[in-house]
């Protein structure tokens, strides 16, 4: 309260969340605006820094994530103010943020990244956990050490990553879809990574590359209290995931995981625990019911939008994230979103969809932060061109994995064809064609392909006369298509 009553709370610039989006868009505010206050509030002592940012080809990104203390924002941006406390209210008519601290901070345009929060699959059960930020991977790695079985509950990212890398402990994963990784592959590609769930994984590192800050007095507390941003792909390098039981208990003889498919997404968990002597028992919808030391929700993230709704008019999507317009403006004047909290709500591009990652929060906070510029100086902007082809680089079971546009047929219906091709245990590729034209692709392993096929699918070219060659592993077709 002290700092409320010496320093100026007002500002030109106000960005919440210190994730990715966040810090990227203040970060260009601060650039492009050098005499213009700037403000981050953010909840967590630590920010989220991109660094070793290399542009693969036209819309493919690869960078590495930091956490570094917010100190170092202001030192590379004089103008920049990081004010470490978490937002309680907005006043959007008064152009006013309250924070728990009692601070008052006025904006003239506003930038909210507060991101997301796992969704669990029940509210307040200790047995129960959800992983997302540094301190979450934490209690799960101590509470794995002591578990001889575990259930994953989801399909995604995590839950994949999750299932391959743990050791010494029983997992048993429920998913409700026909295929593991339904976010991101279908039945072939998940066929094709099944295999690797039993082989050995590659020697990790031993130290820990994820470097946590030691932050005095306050700031310490305030860490395990309030939410911290979202961790990335690398979260459990350094973590190890070893559960308690040294041998592994084998429920089916050819997998490390009790695959468990079930027909609907309702679950219920059990606690306290009828007969017998697990922690926790979940009841799946395929009527059976398993007893384990602890459940992981890892079913995606809820937006966190509560501490601006209240006396405000923001338009809520479906997935309950703040809607954003072409210029990821909300409903609200002067009120701008970016990252996991928001939904894009514009015509998108017939090759391009929101998906929560890494890659579309520093994407999001980089465009809202030009779009709040181009307003403050009444200029026109254009819908930047990552918005026209959706393109992900990530690892999954240690392979690389390059999807691109419409990947999985996504909106297309029967109106698509799909041609693949797999080496077991080598690549996998499969092209998704929609009337002759490439709309969409998934690429395992090494395949060198996906500058060829960005262009295909960037260029739109009917491809129908060379269908049969596009696969063709004896065809160099970057030579063929220049
Ligand atoms: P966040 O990173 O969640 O940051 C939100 C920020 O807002 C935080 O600093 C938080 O402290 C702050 N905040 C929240 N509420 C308030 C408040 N009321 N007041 C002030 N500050 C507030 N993506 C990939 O691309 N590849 C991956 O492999 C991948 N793996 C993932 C693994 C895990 C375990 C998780 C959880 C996510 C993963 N993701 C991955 C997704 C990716 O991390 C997110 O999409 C991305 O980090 C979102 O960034 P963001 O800036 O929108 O939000």
Redesign the pocket.
Known sequence: KGMAANTKNSFKFVV????????TCSEQLASQFPSADVAL????PL??AVCNFKQVSKTLEEFDVEEKPSTVLEEKYPNLRVIQ????ALHAQQHTLL?VDGLKVHYEKLCI????R?KLLTQDNPNVLG???TDS?QEFQKRLSQAKRIVVVGNG??AL?LVYEVEGCEVVWAVKDNAIGNTFFDVGAAQFLIPTLNTDKPERAATCKRVRYTIDGLGQCRAFE????????D?HEGIRLRGAEEVQVLMSPCFPTTFCQCSKASFSVQFPAPVGSWPVYVELTNGKTFGCDFIVSATG?VP?TE?FLHGNNFELAEDSGLRVDDHMKTSEPDVYS????CTASWEASHLWQQM??????RQM?WYAGRCMAADVLNETIELDFCFELFS?I?KFFNYKVVLLGKFNGQGLGLNQELLVRCSKGLEYVKVVLSGGRMVGAVLIGETDLEETFENLILNQMDLTPYRDELLNPNIDIEDYFD
């Open positions: 919440v969340g210190g994730g990715i989006a966040g810090v509030v953010t909840a967590a920010i989220k406390s978490a937002v309680e924070t990244c507060s991101g997301g796992p992983i997302r930020d991977a990212g995590i990553e309030e939410p911290g941003s979202a961790l990335g792909p979260w993230v966190n501490p970016a990252g996991d909290v929560r990652l890494w890659t579309q929060a906070g992900h990530t």
